[in-house]
T-cell receptor, first 112, second 117 residues
């Protein structure tokens, strides 16, 4: 158990819909990272938050947004969903900018 | 450009034998960390081993060791005495640590390892 909690574990929805993925980092970790893993793109960095502030942006679509709340949990919002958004979405956390990232078990999104 | 390259999409190894998974990286940052993660079929990402760019010794963690060759920009993972439970996808990743870097991990495309009984 990495200490990073992601919900839901599985989600099936239809095109055009909106979903919210939730992440609780390890206790004490200030940084939260979101990654998308799909078969054709591999593991892609989406966005990072540090202590509530956006720190870095990767290959995140404009239809996607995220935030980190004062209690440090984070949410990734995916809207106007397309078939190609089907993927495994990981949240990871770390206490600092060095050392390993601890990953949650992922949220598997299926868009039908 | 910062990039991780894993050239072996799939590998087979006989149980109890050793196997090396290749990883090369590209970065202009003088300071960086190199990681290996294991992803079994269940999907979770499991941290295996870490090597800092200034570490003099190659990292080892149990049956895992990292063959770090800085001049060649390679960070190969060696798994000794393979077990059936080692069958999984393995990802090499880099974390640039210089000024301006935020700590995100850059991943390679992964290598699928299958251990044969």
């Amino acid at each position: 158990d990495s200490g990073v909690t992601q919900t839901p574990k599985h989600l099936i929805t239809a095109t055009g819909q909106r979903v919210t993925l939730r992440c609780s980092p390890r206790s004490g970790d200030l940084s939260v990272y979101w990654y998308q893993q799909s078969l054709d793109q591999g593991l892609q960095f989406l966005i990072q938050y540090y202590n509530g502030e956006e720190r870095a942006k990767g290959n995140i679509l404009e239809r996607f947004s995220a935030q980190q709340f004062p209690d440090l949990h984070s949410e990734l919002n995916l809207s106007s969903l397309e078939l190609g958004d089907s993927a495994l979405y990981f949240c990871a956390s770390s206490v600092a900018s060095t050392g390993e990232l601890f990953f949650g078990e992922g949220s598997r999104l299926t868009v039908l | 450009a910062q990039k991780i390259t894993q050239t072996q999409p799939g590998m087979f190894v006989q149980e109890k034998e050793a196997v090396t998974l290749d990883c090369t990286y590209d970065t202009s940052d003088p300071s960086y960390g190199l990681f290996w993660y294991k992803q079994p079929s269940s999907g979770e990402m499991i941290f295996l081993i870490y090597q800092g760019s200034y570490d003099q010794q190659n990292a080892t963690e149990g049956r895992y060791s990292l063959n770090f060759q800085k001049a060649r920009k390679s960070a190969n993972l060696v798994i000794s005495a393979s077990q059936l439970g080692d069958s999984a996808m393995y990802f090499c990743a880099m974390r640039p640590l210089g000024d301006g870097n935020t700590g995100k991990l850059i991943f390679g495309q992964g290598t699928t390892l299958q251990v044969k009984p």
